[in-house]
């Protein structure tokens, strides 16, 4: 039996889960397993050491597939590892620490951990108070997903400004983040309207690289009043190529926002900002294969970043009796991915400290392919790029005054 | 019936004279020939059951708290994760305090006894709440 590589290893624990042996001791080894926005960050955050680069993972560990993992979680000495059951090879991993400021409080005593997370190493944020789709009778939530049951439980129902400015403040300070993902249901159309105000606060007094993942407006200009107030990258989760899955498994997306909104708005985003500063967001391991590598076509042509989760059946979602899905088709996806990125230059690994736990970056993936010339190209080209984007990312990162008004009606009059 | 009514007195006395809904729940429990179990040390009044679903123990726990005039009830599994916070919710219901309808709270126990599967999931039932659910 050959050892799998950090990448495919990642692969095979997103798709079966682990155990957890009890010589582990993670109340004091690991971060607290927080199951905010969607769903999927209720797992194990682990790292994978690599010789190309090390894999962040958050574990599934909750679900009922993973009580049925060949993978054990097992401390010997000081250092943890996993153990395949099935072969008795062993992979020694790193678990992240607990940042100090998970149990601190912010000025109006909230526990930070309940303003965001450490998602591999970027805060991830849920700033909505939940997500619209829930409160509609019947609810048009989308059936993966659990946000709408997280909001108010394992989270605060409502994140003030300066609540999720200090909690920002101290993340850079002392987990030295350097990118804040912001995040947000549906919020009947006033999606940027939402976000707006946080991204213009966490540029002026935090000074952060800022993501944001919305419903994308219809109304595209107000994707460039959200470039004009600093966000750095877009995401659109449109979850499912295939228009049939698009409309069974997201009632709220098809009826209120439509599968053409998300393209528009990728496509707008893309040209707007340049290459690899939109993403599109989708879900691998419902729709048939075939549809998640056109997707990949799809959103690499528009220059796009292709991010993709791998499906988790989380608890308490609509689909939790769902099947997580085969390494062997992840297997095709992911290499894939990696593939489409080299052959349409898709700059991936090049933001100063961003890794991912929650799904397979595409600099990830590189440990799926063979290494050709093209693979050693298009590396070179990413090392070189790096070295070139660092004052740029630099200047991104200072605290700076942003003149660009939040009522999105009077920059439209006065910029647009 | 409640296995462990003895232990849970305290509570109990304490939620029988909140309301019409904690005396109907209360009766219903009692009259079970599910094993209920009463948490007596849980903020609100807490409710789970001793029984197993597709071979596992049953997680699921309905949490009763009151939120501004209305009786509230979550239900949710906690982590398996000892040291974890996470609570996975499956959403609840709203009601008066003088509520008594049996039929509704027996779906609602119905639910829990299913281990909370979504074909069991009861009429009338919220998915979210706009407020923060208490620890």
């Known amino acids: ?416 | 019936m409640i296995f462990n009514e003895e232990e849970a007195k305290e509570k109990i006395t304490e939620y029988s004279d909140k309301g019409e809904i904690f005396k109907t729940l209360l009766k219903i429990l009692r009259n079970s020939e599910e094993k209920y179990k009463i948490h007596p040390k849980a903020t609100g009044f807490e409710i789970s059951i001793d029984n197993q679903v597709k071979g596992k123990p049953n997680r699921g726990i309905i949490k009763f708290f009151f939120h501004k005039d209305k009786v509230v009830g979550f239900f949710y599994k906690k982590s398996l994760i000892p040291h974890s916070r996470d609570r996975f919710s499956y959403g609840g219901m709203e009601v008066k305090p003088e509520f008594s309808d049996e039929n509704q709270i027996k779906s609602w126990l119905k639910f829990l006894v299913s281990g909370f599967s979504p074909s069991y999931r009861p009429e009338k039932f919220r998915r979210s709440f706009p407020f923060d659910i208490p620890e």
């Not at chain 1, 962040?56 to 000081?78: C, G, H, M, R």
């Not at chain 1, 394992?154 to 403040?169: G, H, L, M, R, Y």
């Not at chain 1, 979602?317 to 990696?338: G, Q, T, W």
Request: hydrophobic residues 40%.
């Open chain 1, 1 to 416: 039996m050959v050892k799998l590589n950090p990448g495919e290893l990642q692969l095979d624990l997103f798709c079966k889960g682990i155990r957890i042996d009890e010589s582990c001791t993670l109340d004091k080894d690991a971060r607290l397993f927080a199951r905010t926005r969607a769903g999927l960050g209720s797992g194990l955050e682990v790292i994978i050491p690599g010789k190309l680069k090390d894999i962040w993972t958050n574990i599934p560990v909750e679900e009922d597939f993973a009580q049925n993992s060949p993978y054990l979680l097992k401390k010997i000495e000081d250092d943890y590892f996993v153990i395949d059951e099935r072969n008795n090879l062993k992979y020694l991993i790193k678990i992240p620490e607990e940042p100090r400021w998970y149990n601190e409080k912010t000025s109006s005593e909230t526990l930070m951990s309940m303003i965001g997370v450490m998602q591999g190493t970027y805060l991830g944020i849920y700033v909505s108070n939940s997500c619209g789709f829930w409160y509609y009778d019947p609810p048009m939530n989308c059936k993966f997903c659990t946000t709408g049951l997280n909001v108010g439980v394992n989270e605060v129902a409502e994140k003030k400004i300066e609540d999720v400015v200090e909690t920002a403040t101290r993340a850079k300070e002392e987990s030295k983040i350097t990118f804040v993902h912001l995040n947000s249901g549906y919020n009947s159309g006033r999606d940027a309207e939402v976000m707006a105000p946080y991204v213009k606060a966490l540029k002026e007094e935090v000074g952060v690289l800022v993501g944001v993942q919305l419903i994308p407006p219809r109304e595209l200009w107000k994707i460039d009043w959200l470039i004009d107030l600093g966000a750095d990258h877009f995401s659109y989760c449109y979850e499912f190529h295939n228009p049939e899955y698009f409309e069974k498994f997201l009632p709220g997306k098809f009826k209120l926002v439509r599968q053409k909104t998300f393209f528009d708005a990728l496509e707008h985003t893309s040209k707007k900002m340049g290459k690899g500063k939109a993403s599109g967001e989708i879900i691998a391991g419902v729709e048939p294969i075939e549809d998640t590598l056109k997707a990949i076509d799809y959103i690499t042509d528009t220059g796009a970043f292709p991010t993709v989760c791998i499906f988790r059946p989380v608890i308490g979602a609509d689909m939790e009796d769902f099947p997580s899905p085969s390494y062997e088709d992840m297997y095709v996806v992911f290499r894939y991915l990696y593939k489409s990125c080299i052959k349409k230059n898709i700059p991936t690994g090049i933001v100063p400290n961003i890794e991912v736990s929650l799904v397979v970056l595409p600099a990830d993936a590189k440990y799926l392919v063979e290494r050709d010339l093209r693979y050693y190209i298009y590396n070179f080209k990413m090392n070189v790029l790096k070295i070139l984007a660092k004052p740029y990312f630099k200047y991104k990162m200072k605290k700076r005054k942003i003149n660009i008004p939040l009522d999105p009606m009077e920059w439209k009059e006065k910029f647009y």
